[in-house]
């Protein structure tokens, strides 16, 4: 389809994978979506700022530069940033300091004005006991006959003035995306013998969305 993009431009694209490494800090795989990053190019990706003290290829091989379309590894930033963050580099590390800072604020004032995940399961409790109303429920366990008892299992719940409703149900451990769907659809996360994803529980903890898990099916049930 000719896709083009001006490799002379300030570099700019989206983060895809970000991690800590020993001996290496905060780094980050890239894709860079328009110009040219450089060694040495100071930057910003959400609240976080940095400079290209290194890049490296597909390969683990150091490259001085990377165009348009380029996956590239980048280290030299400040914290490890957040997948699906663009970033973009500016004039200097001044301007991405000042940049991440005020995203950061805003990141703050958001993130108080939340529910926290306690407070938001109360009101849904207390609007279940007040009202006809519905408990969404997501589900997710380790093996899919497990999942189907609970599926079934659930479904048996009655209660007067309102039900209980998976919403959905999957096998393996809480991601990013289930609590995403959660906090769209104000559901409360379930796990049986699965544990939520390091990144999956501090969205949760943003976001306010309930996450409990369980080992036991009879106190899942309980609960």
Do not use: C
Not at 8 to 23: C, H, I, P, T, Y
Not at 42 to 51: I, Q
Not at 117 to 145: F, M, P, Y
Not at 150 to 167: A, M, N, T, W
């Amino acid at each position: 389809e000719e896709y083009k993009a001006n490799p002379k431009a300030e570099a700019s694209g989206v983060v895809v994978e970000s991690q800590l490494e020993r001996g290496k800090g905060a780094i980050a795989s890239v894709i860079v979506q328009r110009g040219t990053l450089h060694t040495g190019d100071p930057f910003v990706a959400g609240a976080t700022s940095g400079r290209a003290r290194a890049l490296m290829d597909e390969k683990g091989q150091q490259v001085k530069d990377a165009g348009p379309s380029t996956p590239v590894q980048i280290m030299g930033w400040d914290e490890v940033p957040t997948a699906g963050d663009f970033f973009s580099v500016v004039e200097s590390d001044r301007e991405a300091r000042r940049i991440a800072a005020e995203r950061e604020e805003e990141l703050k004032a958001v993130s108080q004005a939340m529910p926290s995940a306690r407070d938001r399961l109360q009101g849904l409790l207390e609007q279940l006991r007040s009202e006809d109303a519905t408990l969404n429920v997501i589900v997710k366990a380790d093996a899919h006959g497990s999942l189907e008892a609970l599926r079934d299992s659930i479904s048996k719940i009655e209660r007067e003035g309102g039900k209980i409703q998976v919403l959905h149900g999957a096998v393996g451990g809480i991601n990013e995306n289930d609590v995403t769907l959660a906090e769209v659809t104000e559901s409360v996360i379930v796990g049986f013998n699965v544990r939520p994803e390091p990144k999956a529980r501090k969205a949760a903890e943003e976001a306010g969305v309930e996450i409990r898990t369980y080992g036991i099916i009879y106190e899942l049930l309980d609960d």
